[in-house]
């Protein structure tokens, strides 16, 4: 089964520091995601991304983040300097189509942690 | 606003046991209903869904019927195993919502020999 695929796995970095995550999608889908969980908490909608420009994206997703789909196969998260709160599971996850009904896949996370 | 709540865990259960995990949610306009779940070191997989009223999503001994006069979309197995440990996520898209999920907090699961 296609799958979504994250690297690093696991992060530790310097709070300040500037952080990629990256992630390749299922290779016929159109529409690309971020979410986070904090430890604890629930797992939360960062952005949505199609077509090469972001359609929505939450409060939490601020000036600090940036996504981009450099080419035809990765999609990245950029978190430009690192606070202590941004530690967190990070999901990348696509889907084919827009539709409330249809499957989103998920990868399997990088955990980040700002030290 | 929208929202997700979902019992606490962990749940802990012998195997073999009935497993409910309740779910309940709160939305602006019409949801299509998931079950996520997420074995330990894997990411979220899709365990079942439902897009309309009444109807039952299913897959690996999982039910969850979709009730529109209760708003809820309650996790149900007959006989759980070992390997059902896991994390379990209620989640909802709203019609028209852009393909946002809106997750509950998760309920982990033991089940044990």
């Known amino acids: 089964e296609p799958e979504v695929t994250q690297t690093p796995s696991h992060q530790v970095t310097q709070m300040g520091q500037e952080v990629i995550l990256r992630c390749v999608p299922i290779?016929?889908?159109?529409?690309f995601y971020w979410y986070r969980q904090i430890l604890g908490q629930k797992v939360e909608f960062l952005v949505s991304?199609?077509?090469?420009?972001?359609?929505?994206k939450s409060e939490i997703f601020d000036d600090q983040f940036s996504v981009e789909r450099p080419d035809g196969s990765n999609f990245t998260l950029k978190i430009r300097s690192t606070k202590l709160e941004d530690s967190a599971m990070y999901f990348c996850?696509?889907?084919?189509?827009?539709?409330?009904?249809?499957?989103?896949?998920f990868g399997e996370g990088s955990w980040l942690t700002v030290v | 606003g929208n929202s997700v709540t979902q019992m606490e865990g962990p749940v802990t259960l012998s195997e073999e046991a009935f497993l409910t995990i309740n779910c309940t949610y709160t939305?602006?306009?019409?949801?299509?209903l998931f079950w996520y779940v997420q074995y330990p070191g894997e990411g979220l997989q899709l365990l079942l869904k439902?897009?309309?009223?009444?109807d039952k999503g299913s897959n690996k001994g999982f039910e969850a019927t979709y009730r529109k006069e209760t708003t809820s979309f309650h996790l149900e197995k007959g006989s759980v195993q070992v390997s059902d440990s896991a994390v379990y996520f209620c989640?909802?898209?709203?019609?028209?919502?852009?393909?946002?999920?809106?997750f509950g907090t998760g309920t982990q699961l033991k089940v044990e020999l």
């Open positions: 991304f199609y077509n090469n420009e972001i359609s929505e």
């Open positions: 290779s016929n889908h159109l529409y």
């Open positions: 989640a909802f898209i709203l019609t028209g919502g852009g393909n946002k999920l809106t």
């Open positions: 939305a602006t306009g019409y949801p299509s």
């Open positions: 439902a897009t309309k009223a009444d």
């Open positions: 996850a696509s889907s084919a189509i827009l539709s409330s009904g249809n499957t989103i896949y």
